[in-house]
Nanobody, 122 residues
Framework: QEQLEESGGGLVQAGGSLRLSCADS????????MGWFRQAPGKEREYVAT????????YVADSVKGRFTIFRDNAKNTVYLQMNSLKPEDTAVYYC???????????????WGQGTRVTVSS
């Protein structure tokens, strides 16, 4: 059983940066593909980024490519999302996800965190 807890959200001005963290208190963190999804008010949850269990392979959505980076530290059971050049349209609740077969679809997630809110002001 994995338990995910996000942190690092907050209010930031457009153009600013935030780093989100997701700590896993379970025992098999390194076995999972990890990812980040986000959900803006009134919208469906959407894919942001994923990283393989080794950390060797990463994917990011086109909407954040070149601005967001996902990376993980298996020794710390933590995955991160570095967000630079933030835009107001990045405002959402960001969710950490773990899944053995996780790709870009939320339904492939085995475990979710509770979410952390990111607000980008213009």
């Amino acid at each position: 059983q994995e338990q995910l807890e996000e942190s690092g959200g907050g209010l930031v001005q457009a153009g600013g940066s935030l780093r989100l963290s997701c700590a896993d208190s379970g025992r098999t963190f390194s076995a999972y593909t990890m990812g980040w999804f986000r959900q803006a008010p009134g919208k469906e949850r959407e894919y942001v980024a994923t990283i393989s269990w080794t950390g060797a392979t990463t994917y990011v959505a086109d909407s954040v490519k070149g601005r967001f980076t996902i990376f993980r530290d298996n020794a710390k059971n933590t995955v991160y999302l570095q967000m630079n050049s933030l835009k107001p349209e990045d405002t959402a609740v960001y969710y950490c996800a773990a899944g053995i077969a996780l790709t870009t679809r939320p339904e492939q997630t085995d475990y979710w965190g509770q979410g952390t809110r990111v607000t980008v002001s213009s």
